[in-house]
């Protein structure tokens, strides 16, 4: 083998070994605390502390409605913090819902390293916190923590926006030269775990998702035999897809169903 054919592999072997040892920093991008009480984002919130089967204590707030219906429990995407999910908070709680935002470990201030295995006790710790009926809110990421969720206590409905088909499914899309399948620690099998679900679900989606393809939500809808919402031009981190009118709809028609 000549040379320059042993550099170029060698190389290739160094990226690899370099994406595997720190891929989760590919996967997960928390916004640090501190974060303000709950009190000082909307009137009315509660401080409430999360206690993990792993023994954390997570942040987060609590918007109780009297007389609501149901708590939305806000799964976050993979960036930032609970902060960023408060004008939907605002819009649900305006409303008639009560709103749980929470942080996982390593977001906001929380101790911990985010990982699947992590983010499914978190998910469960902040599940634990609430009495009566749930629907389960997830963005992106937070939509796979929230099908998983799902598996293990059925929600009165699930609202899935920008779902993806898995995280090799969508890490493939964007690095379409490694071999994600291989390489992840972490799966999030969307599809595979949504299709066994019997669980009223809402998908949405922007038509100029740069992030999660359009087709793998779609595809999540599918699977899931859901009601599908498609936001016409709309990218992943739009205001629209974050608190916009047809998101806040999706979430309010779920008591009804």
Partial sequence: MRRPVLIAVAVVVTIVAVVFAFQRKLVYFPSPGPLPSAEEVLPGGRDVRLVTADGLLLDGWHFEVRDAPATVIVFPGNGGNRLGRVPLARELTDRGLSVLLFDYRGYGGNPGTPSEEGLTYDSRA???????PVIYFGESLGAAVAVELATHRAPLGLVL??????????????????????????????VERVSSLDVPTTVILGTADSVVPPEQSRAVATAA???????AGADHNDEVLLSGSQVVDAVLSVPSN
């Fill in 126 to 132: 902040a599940l634990d916190l609430i009495d009566g």
């Fill in 161 to 190: 926006r920008s779902p993806f088909v898995s995280l090799a499914s969508v890490g493939s899309h964007h690095y379409p030269w490694l071999p994600v399948k291989m390489l992840l620690q972490d799966k999030y099998p969307v």
């Fill in 225 to 231: 035999r859901a009601r599908l919402i498609e936001v």
